[in-house]
């Protein structure tokens, strides 16, 4: 008979470990592969507690939880999880024997009944907070109980702590540990072992007073410059060495030195005699003590809510004048915020942390999703940064949670005592899983176009990112028009600030699929949803961003669109739309063949150029000064497009090229220079806000920058048929245009000899060229004059209008 296939093991993690009430409380989620948990019921978990040296086992039973976080994790459209989670009571006296502790590992197993089978599965950790490291507690004088993880599994470790340090204290030019050891004997040692080269320092324990239970104090004093000549390799300046304590007695017998730090009198940092080095008492997972020769750094010991988000205090290990910051860096690259790190008496320190981040145009928004690493290092110096510590008291405290305009914000820690934030999306999980977003798509979706269409407006730039663009204008002009409609919005994760009038949808919310059904109009500059389907009487306006220099969609030879599905999913989009527009006639055949659109194209010109068609002096010096550029200074512009090879993350990596501190030594005080790369680069500049290069990466309009700029550099970026409107220099810092042109995309007209104004290959040639821009500009002119009657001659400040007048004549 052929052996009956295998049943995989089920999915078994934690999410968090707490100790309650004296009990370890676990949550955590079991599930079938390939089985939904979608109802109260349909997972059941059993906990095991084994001691295999013991052959004891006991079960345990767990509480259903409802946890749609497991669904949002899984990212299966197919399976519904939200019932999955559970959470579970261990009590340690269920680890005693005969009513004694005694020193051992339990395994903590999951028994999950899948329909009439009882399916054994270790546990996996989370990757963050007390699910990645559990805390260990204290469960008898001298006992500890001590959850990890070890090889997939989670275990439960007895241990008596036979030797103690209960305080440490700087003694001299040494560090001094008062222990408790429950063996007592004289002629004991303290034995460092370094984990890197095996050298080994000993030093006397020196006898103390005897206990009342039985066993002494004894007092350990380790001189700084021990280490020094421990005759282990010397340690460069940013290296960190490991040093494991271990108390050896005179009979042979050896203990690890465990950190108690329940008597608040355990110091953890002493400066080295070496400048800028600390011997650190690091407090591990699994509370055994480490002693870790480091470059300094401070550590948080304490932590609180704020009005703003949290208020972090801590101190360093030695006092000097160095002034510090501490750097929020989001993991995907695309953005970074300085806060200043305030002193305080002594050695202390304080730093407020918002969950807010400033805008380039004076609002403030909450920081992006994702990840945000926390390090602090001495003011402006890149080179010496390094992670925010952790003390040992504060790592129960987590996670602390803040709000800001709806978004939920968690100071969290990695790596056991590594603190993070974790800016989480806008949607709840019950909303955002895979799942969820299959059955908005496929059934609320389908449902709502079966309702009425409602005098409403729902528009789009670039999937969410803020008012700007062509529909900015075309909302203007439906607002003026048209009164009695409603505009909606598209918003992803709380990164715009709209207008009065115009309400908020977050993008794959329910509220969004309901405006993308039952919206009379839909106006964006970018694609629209695979699944939307134009119903009759509702109007899908398409309005592109950008005439085409580079090769688009269908026209594209490199094949990387239709390896990505792009061209699939255009094919089915296309026809959804009613109405195309193009920039000028040079635009529309190709607009035409390259999205293969068979339907209306609406040659109007840019909705979004008529501001620089007809440019208001007021707007530009409320751009000017939400800002802040100081009146009389000129203003470059440098907006490069994005590369399709230099993926980062959800985005593209940005690529300057330019060197700001040579343009600042060219152009002098009375320049600024503005960073704004394309909406697909996430990144943010490393360095800006010096009162010469300001990055404006987030600021909302490209239109209104173009408005303010007295030159523009640029590269292949569709601006330069916008900006070609204001009659103002344009140069091109074309540093790959071979491989741009030859390998990337290609282009529709010959930019070499039709660009309004040079191409230059390096940022020594662009430098050069801003510094002499009004005689190169004046080299250009006919070139410039020929490039403004081929594409903007369709912008006289009415396009806007003209769209507006076709939307309501159909």
């Known amino acids: 008979m052929p052996a009956a296939p295998a049943v995989p093991a089920p999915r078994i993690g934690i999410r968090t470990a707490a100790w309650v009430d004296g009990l370890l409380e676990l949550v955590g989620h079991a599930h079938a592969p390939g089985r939904s948990a979608d109802r109260l019921g349909t997972a059941r978990t059993l906990i095991t507690l084994h001691r295999p040296d013991q052959r004891r086992l006991t079960v345990l039973r767990t509480t259903p939880r409802y946890l749609p976080e497991i669904t949002d994790d899984l990212a299966e459209p197919g399976l519904n999880l939200d019932w999955a989670g559970f959470t579970v009571r261990i009590d340690p006296a269920l680890l005693r024997r005969g009513g004694r502790w005694e020193d051992g590992v339990w395994r903590i197993g999951g028994l999950l009944l899948a329909g009439l089978r009882l399916q054994p599965g270790g546990f996996a950790a989370h990757w963050c907070g007390s699910g990645e490291y559990p805390p260990a507690a204290w469960v008898a004088e001298g006992v500890q109980a001590i959850p990890y993880f070890q090889d997939d599994q989670l275990h439960l470790r007895v241990e008596t702590a036979r030797a103690r340090v209960s305080a440490t204290r700087a003694v001299g030019d040494g560090v001094e540990l008062a222990c408790l050891s429950s063996r007592g004997p004289e002629g004991a040692t303290v034995r460092l072992a370094h984990r890197q080269s095996g050298a080994v320092i000993a030093l006397p324990a020196l006898p103390g007073p005897a206990l009342p239970g039985g066993g002494r104090t ?120 300085l806060l200043p790190v305030e002193p305080l008496t002594g050695n202390r320190f304080r730093v407020r942390v918002p969950v807010t981040a400033p805008t380039s145009y004076g609002t403030r928004l909450p920081l992006r999703k994702g990840v945000w690493d926390a390090l602090i290092r001495p003011s402006g110096d890149a080179a010496h940064e390094q992670r925010v510590v952790l003390g040992p008291d504060v790592l129960r405290a987590l996670p602390l949670l803040a709000e800001a305009q709806g978004k939920r914000i968690l100071l969290q820690r990695r790596w056991h005592d590594t603190l993070i934030l974790d800016s989480t999306p806008v949607l709840p999980a019950a909303e955002r899983s895979a799942h969820r977003q299959l059955h908005l798509r496929t059934r609320r979706y389908p449902a709502a176009r079966q309702r009425p269409l409602r005098d409403t407006v729902l528009y789009d730039v670039f999937g969410g990112r803020g008012y700007a663009d062509s529909p900015r204008a075309i909302h203007a002009e439906l607002a003026r028009r048209e009164p009695g409609l409603r505009h909606l919005w598209a918003v992803d994760d709380a990164q715009a600030a709209l207008p009065d009038g115009v309400e908020a949808v977050t993008v794959w919310s329910p509220e969004w699929y309901e405006a993308l059904a039952t919206s009379r109009y839909l106006v964006g500059n970018t694609h629209f949803p695979e699944f939307v389907e134009r119903r009759d009487g509702q109007l899908v306006v398409q309005t592109w961003h950008g005439t085409p220099l580079k090769r688009i969609a269908h026209d594209v030879e490199t094949g990387w669109l239709a390896d990505d599905g792009y061209l699939d999913r255009l094919a089915r989009e296309a026809p959804q739309w009613s109405l195309l527009l193009s920039p000028n006639s040079f635009s529309t055949p190709i607009m035409r063949r390259a999205f293969r659109y068979t339907g209306e194209i609406l040659e109007s010109g840019y909705p979004r150029n008529d501001l620089l068609a007809r440019p208001d002096p007021r707007l530009a010096a409320t751009v000017r000064r939400r800002l802040g550029i100081p009146e009389g200074r000129r203003v470059v512009l440098y907006a490069p497009t994005w590369r399709e090879d230099a993926r980062l993350g959800d985005g593209y990596r940005l690529d300057l090229r330019l060197d700001p501190g040579a343009a600042r030594r060219a152009l002098g005080d009375d320049h600024v220079l503005l960073v704004r790369p394309h909406s697909h680069v996430l990144q943010r500049l490393p360095v800006s806000g010096d009162g010469f290069l300001y990055d404006v990466g987030d600021y909302p309009d490209t239109a209104e920058l173009l408005l303010i700029a007295d030159v523009l550099v640029t590269d292949y970026s569709s601006v330069m048929f916008d900006f070609a409107n204001t009659g103002r220099p344009i140069l091109f810092f074309t540093h790959d245009l071979t491989h741009y042109r030859d390998d990337l995309r290609g282009f529709y007209l010959d930019f070499e000899a039709e660009a309004p104004g040079p191409l230059l290959a390096t940022s020594a040639e662009l430098v050069a060229a801003l510094g002499r821009v009004d005689a190169v500009a004046a080299e250009h002119a006919d070139r410039y004059a020929a490039f403004r009657r081929r594409f903007c001659h369709l912008d006289d400040g009415s396009a806007a209008a003209r769209v507006v007048d076709r939307m309501l004549a159909l």
């Open 218 to 337: 004894l007092t350990v004093r380790i001189p700084l410059g021990a280490f020094e000549q421990s005759g282990r390799p010397t340690p460069g300046q940013d290296d960190t060495t490991h040093w494991d304590p271990v108390l050896h007695y005179a009979d042979g017998r050896s203990e690890p030195l465990v950190l108690d730090h329940r008597s608040g009198d355990c110091a953890t940092q002493f400066a080295l005699p070496a400048e800028g080095r600390t011997l650190r008492l690091k407090h591990l997972a699994d509370s055994h003590l480490q002693l870790c020769e480091q470059p300094s750094v401070p550590v948080v010991d304490t932590l609180a809510p704020a009005a703003d988000g949290f208020l972090l205090t801590g101190h360093f290990p030695q006092r000097d004048d160095t002034s510090y910051e501490l750097v929020l860096r989001h993991g995907g690259g695309c953005g970074e915020q």
